[in-house]
């Protein structure tokens, strides 16, 4: 194995190391007490070490919210169809969604970012950016749909928050705030269809 190689391996070894770490402090701890310290000491690598892979905590926690929805997807985000059906369009990425909704892990860190917000309110408008980032693939699939017509409303963006307000209003807040235990295969379905054929409703 080459020199160049083996560094790849063990530098992707290592931020392996740090995310790992980093998740189980958030989650025991939660983000103010959380230090890269600690995080550096559970992951068995030097404090410079974590500091080369992430600038800051904040930017740590974004690059585990954006892995956790990376791990929960198993292919590329379906693109508008402007010759199928929008109904079945719809569902495919409702599902993709709902599948990030439903993993643990993701909630866990959704906890912590929601109490250290509400000590820090810029802090939270950092974090619900962060966390709106992934959520951009409905709003380019309706802003999409309404340019060619099949959806008509004048502001997609407004449409497609209301679209996701309807799936996290079972499939998050619940789960977040409340103890809620997490979807079935059934539930997430029965939720999938009842949010599209709301918004196709009022949209299409």
């Known amino acids: 194995m080459d020199p160049c190689t083996l560094y790849r391996r063990l530098t992707d070894r290592k931020r392996a190391a740090i995310i790992g770490a980093a998740i189980e402090e958030f989650r025991a701890a939660g983000f103010e007490a959380t230090s890269m310290d600690r995080i550096a000491a559970r992951a068995s690598v030097s404090k410079r070490t974590v500091y080369n892979h992430f600038p800051s905590k904040e930017a740590l926690f974004a690059a585990i919210l954006h892995e956790l929805w990376d791990e929960s997807q198993t292919s590329q ?3 508008y169809r402007a010759d199928e059906p929008l109904r079945p369009q719809l569902l495919e990425l409702l599902m993709r969604k709902l ?3 439903n993993d643990e892990a993701f909630l866990s860190l959704a906890r912590v970012a929601i109490a250290a917000g509400i000590h820090s309110p810029e802090r939270a408008r950092d974090m619900v950016a962060r966390l ?3 959520e ?3 709003t ?3 802003r999409a749909a309404a340019a060619d017509g099949r ?3 004048a502001d997609p963006v407004f449409a497609a928050l209301q679209l996701q307000g309807l799936v996290k209003g079972f499939a998050f807040w619940p789960q977040v705030t409340m103890g809620q235990p ?4 059934s539930e997430q379905k029965k939720i999938a269809e009842s949010a599209a054929d709301m918004f196709l409703a009022r949209y299409a």
């Not at 997490?182 to 295969?185: G, K, V």
């Open 136 to 138: 951009e693939d409905l």
């Open 77 to 79: 985000a379906p693109a």
């Open 132 to 134: 709106g980032e992934r």
């Open 99 to 101: 599948r990030l909704l």
């Open 140 to 142: 380019v699939w309706v």
């Open 182 to 185: 997490p979807l079935s295969n």
């Open 151 to 153: 959806l008509k409303t």
